[in-house]
Nanobody
């Protein structure tokens, strides 16, 4: 089982980025995105279930959108109106059979300049 995230980069405040996460080895009912800013703990960004229902952290609600393509085993994070405080390493993750986020990708760095 492997999760591979990509799409990070440097963007100016107010700009947009789209992260992608490719899952291989199995399909997951719930997938999520997390982020870890320098010197801070990892935090939840949002999640999506198999039917497409989403849930977001308050800090990104209205700016970020999670989507998925089940046939391709892909999950996306569209980030709009980016702020410097969105700077972080972004991780995709998937819930295992126990209901916890048991599978993690390697992370992709997003840097938002002011």
């Amino acid at each position: 089982v492997q999760l591979q995230a990509c799409g990070g980069g440097l963007v100016q405040a107010g700009g947009s980025l789209r992260l992608s996460c490719a899952a291989s080895g199995r399909r997951f009912s719930v997938m999520g995105w997390f982020r870890q800013a320098p010197g801070k703990e990892r935090e939840f960004v949002g999640s999506i279930n198999w039917s497409g229902s989403t849930y977001y952290a308050d800090s990104v609600k209205g700016r970020f959108t999670i989507s998925r393509e089940n046939a391709k085993n892909m999950v996306y994070l569209q980030m709009n109106s980016l702020k410097p405080e969105d700077t972080a390493i972004y991780y995709c993750a998937a819930k295992g059979d126990g209901g916890n986020y048991a599978y993690w990708g390697q992370g992709t760095l997003v840097t938002v300049s002011s």
